[in-house]
């Protein structure tokens, strides 16, 4: 290889990143210096600190290789977290490929606030709805280690990836195949929490979506019928059926859908503090609504967190309600003999 001038170019780190970054800006990559980065340390198994220390080091040829093979991939629009096949979310490390979709960081937002409305709940029960690589479900259990968490999802491949991914970062998740809700009725279980990042783009909205995206990154994740709110209308009228009274539901969504799904909420009724939450950018980003009848942590709420608990307690009020009962009676009977003593001896009296 040889510069311009005709001398033989040395291929430095330097000089490999700064070709590449640039021929990634001219592809319209969004960040071309950090995906070329991210590649090089790869390719060298160095972190980006790494890549530095070792700046104006010339490249072997298996080196350029290895890279020049990561960048062709690039290249063709393929995510820099498939072809590394691991993306950090919630300062997590997550496995991704194509199977999941990607973890994006505006789904940070609805972890936060969800950890905030549950601080004051003990073991709070979570439930995450198409979870794919388990990104939310993983990080509230790595946050809340006295959580119960559960996570669905339609896509076995990615409960698969998602269950890899609670063990790689050493949480428990439940995780069921299933539409929505669909497998967690038969537990019989109420939840503190819900969230959901469903799919919700509209079949006809194609053209907004990035082209890459849409060619790398699995549809049954991103699409959502013909005006994307096919999984959000039946989450939310769902919803209320699984969560205590007070506990509560957070939906991430298009900006432009915010309006129509807080209107669904407020026409379904069993709802109090619809309230929209914006990410970092300022963009309206999710919905989140309060079951009526209280805040999950409330006293007496926690009780009611499971339908075998509410049997328990059913059970034992009207255990409760018998004794009294019993009582009241014994108590009657007592101050019926007393009186009729009384009386009997007002009679007696009268009688005398
Ligand atoms: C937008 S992705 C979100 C993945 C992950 N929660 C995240 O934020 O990175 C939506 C996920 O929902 C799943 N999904 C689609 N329809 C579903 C349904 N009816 N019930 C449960 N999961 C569904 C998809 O398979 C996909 O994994």
Redesign the pocket.
Known sequence: MSDADGSTLVWTLEKVLRWTSDRFAQKGFSSPRLDAELLMAEVLGLDRVGLYLDYHRPLIDEELAAFRGLVKRRLSGEPVAYILGRREFWSLEFHVDPR??I??PD?ELLVELALQRVADVAEPRVL??????G??AVAIAHERTDARVFA????TD?LEVAAGNAERNEVSVEFLHG??FEPVVPLGLLFDLILS???YIAESDLSRVEPDVLAFE?R???LAGPDGLA?IRPLVAGAADLLVPGGVLFVEMDPDQIETVAGLFDADGRWSEVAVRRDLAGRQRCVEARRTGGHPGDEGLRGQASVGHDDAREHDEARERDEARERDEARERDDAQDTGGAEGSNEDDRSS
């Open positions: 999941v979709l973890p994006r789904t995450d709805l198409g979870t794919g690589s990104a939310v669905t999802d339609t896509s990615a539409s929505l990042n469903p799919p699995p049954e994740a991103l999984v």
